[in-house]
């Protein structure tokens, strides 16, 4: 595989403000890539940037070998882009906007008609072709959304929070479309606070925070790194002090553990797991599940909340 996107050094200020702060990836040709963080750890910036749709402060982002600061025209003629939020044209039917749409493109009519017949067809709309989008559910006009990014046959597919506001129907089925294209050999840059739509997507991925890069790599590999193979959870009884529980542990190898409010987290690496009899009755309820890329988020950019 080649790296269609390259990032060195990005930084973008808004005044005295930095929401993205001297970072650096690529995405390889054919992967789904994910950037995670919680709210305002600077993925929409990010790929704002990506996609020459706001100038970088400093640092260097190559989409396909084209300097986005230089030649952003280019850049944006070969991105499909699914922004975090609904921006199709309710008046019109759910045909009119892909045809229009194409039309920033410059593609012929014959052949923008051909791929947004292929493109209703792809994400099960072909019946919905004549009816306004406001008449549609969240679920369809996310899906629209996306048919509309294709239009121009990108080289680049970037998703900005695709499934936010969906119901888990909605969510799964766009899931399986997305899984479709990766198999077509779709490139994507996919932003999301969603653990398990990134576990679903990801081949790669980097965890941000306020602006930084805190992890890279694949969700599998980062829980193994971050997280083990087994967590516990132990709810403490209130005003429960932690050490009696932690003292049954004493010896275990591979373990690691941190509280919040009132719930125990212990993580196990070793290869037997941990040993459910040391903590039976420990607390007021033991919860022990394999280690998932929600423990890794959480470790990594804290369990409180994030304005």
């Known amino acids: 595989m080649s790296a269609l996107v390259v990032a060195r050094g990005v930084v973008k200020r808004y005044r005295d403000f930095t929401a993205v702060d001297g970072i650096s990836f690529q ?39 084209l300097d986005v600061s230089r030649q952003g025209r280019q850049v944006r003629g070969r991105i499909g882009l699914v922004p975090q939020h609904d921006n199709l044209d309710p008046e019109l039917s759910v045909w009119q906007n892909l045809r229009v749409y194409s039309r920033y493109f410059g593609i012929p009519r014959p052949l923008a008609e051909e791929r947004a017949g292929e493109l209703l067809a792809f994400f099960h709309l072909q019946d919905r072709a004549g009816q306004r989008v406001e008449t549609l559910s969240a679920g369809l006009r996310r899906r629209l959304i996306i048919a509309r990014a294709l239009i121009n046959a990108p080289r680049l597919l970037v998703l900005d929070e695709p499934t936010t506001g969906l119901d888990p129907q909605a969510r799964h089925l ?47 590999a980062l829980v193994e790194r971050y997280a083990g193979r087994e967590v516990a959870e132990v709810h403490l009884a209130p005003f429960q002090d932690e050490a009696p529980v932690l003292s049954r542990l004493a ?4 373990l690691s553990w941190e509280k919040a409010g009132d719930v125990l987290f212990v993580y196990a690496r070793g290869q037997n797991g941990l040993d459910p009899t040391l903590l039976r009755g420990a607390g007021e309820r033991v919860v022990l599940r394999r280690a998932n890329l929600e423990d890794v988020f959480l470790r990594l950019t804290g369990r409180g909340l994030v304005e």
């Open 174 to 220: 766009l899931w399986q479309r997305l899984r479709q294209l990766k198999a077509q050999g779709v490139t994507m840059v996919l932003t999301t606070h969603y653990m398990e739509e990134a576990e679903q997507l990801c081949d790669r991925l980097i965890i941000m925070h306020e602006g930084r890069v805190l992890a890279e790599g694949s969700p599998q």
């Open 251 to 254: 010896g275990v190898e591979g």
């Open 27 to 65: 995405v390889e040709e054919g992967e789904c890539f994910g950037i995670l963080g919680p709210n305002g750890a600077g993925k929409t910036t990010t790929v704002r940037l990506m996609a020459a749709l706001s100038p970088l402060t400093a640092g260097q982002i190559t989409v396909d070998g």
